[in-house]
T-cell receptor, first 112, second 113 residues
Framework: QKEVEQNSGPLSVPEGAIASLNCTYS??????FFWYRQYSGKSPELIMF????GDKEDGRFTAQLNKASQYVSLLIRDSQPSDSATYLC????????????FGQGTTLQVKP | EAGVTQFPSHSVIEKGQTVTLRCDPI?????LYWYRRVMGKEIKFLLH????????ESGMPNNRFLAERTGGTYSTLKVQPAELEDSGVYFC???????????FGPGTRLLVL
């Protein structure tokens, strides 16, 4: 049973701080990792994906991947109240399928 | 470019009734996926179409669920007869052929009473 684990939170940070969201996965063979943001009642929106070990930066977002430890994290710098949402980590079931395995998501609250 | 659309946005039905959900993927996307999120749980995969063919239906809960994608464009997911445990949010997603990047629709919120 392939699993993706996230702390459901809520994670509360003050405006301007760095929010750190973590995700662990069970399948050591996983190659790609996706972070989706979901506002309440809305569709999941892809914000980052990462394939290689190390960091990938896109604006205020940085994804960090550590395949040896089987975790992937998402850092949000200069957090804004508009970043308040649920962040979902997703991993493809295998390299030749589009089937995504999702974590439960971490709810982030950024307080003004 | 229009995103993934789903209809209806909400549906409330009684146990034993039939409901049909519709998904229109992004134009040109060969891959179409159905997922479901029940209250308090993670989003779970139901099935995957490549054009009109079912590539993977390993997540379909049981034979009360029937998915179709005639002509390789829009897809329908029928639940017949609906049970209480079918309540949840049903998401559709699509992606281009060869891409793992999936774009999600707004979901259909199904409540079975």
């Amino acid at each position: 049973q392939k699993e993706v684990e996230q702390n459901s939170g809520p994670l509360s940070v003050p405006e301007g701080a760095i929010a750190s969201l973590n995700c662990t996965y069970s399948d050591r063979g996983s190659q790609s990792f996706f972070w989706y943001r979901q506002y309440s009642g809305k569709s999941p929106e892809l914000i980052m994906f990462i394939y290689s070990n190390g960091d990938k930066e896109d604006g205020r977002f940085t994804a960090q991947l550590n395949k040896a430890s089987q975790y992937v994290s998402l850092l949000i710098r200069d957090s804004q109240p508009s970043d308040s949402a649920t962040y979902l980590c997703a991993v493809p079931f295998s390299s030749n399928t589009g089937k995504l395995i999702f974590g439960q998501g971490t709810t982030l609250q950024v307080k003004p | 470019e229009a995103g993934v659309t789903q209809f209806p946005s909400h549906s409330v039905i009684e146990k034993g009734q039939t409901v049909t959900l519709r998904c229109d993927p992004i134009s040109g996307h060969d891959n179409l996926y159905w997922y479901r999120r029940v209250m308090g749980k993670e989003i779970k995969f139901l099935l995957h179409f490549v054009k009109e063919s079912k590539q993977d239906e390993s997540g379909m809960p049981n034979n009360r669920f029937l998915a179709e994608r005639t002509g390789g464009t829009y897809s329908t997911l029928k639940v017949q007869p609906a049970e209480l445990e079918d309540s949840g949010v049903y998401f559709c997603a699509s992606s281009q052929y060869g891409s793992q990047t999936q774009y999600f629709g707004p979901g259909t919120r199904l409540l079975v009473l």
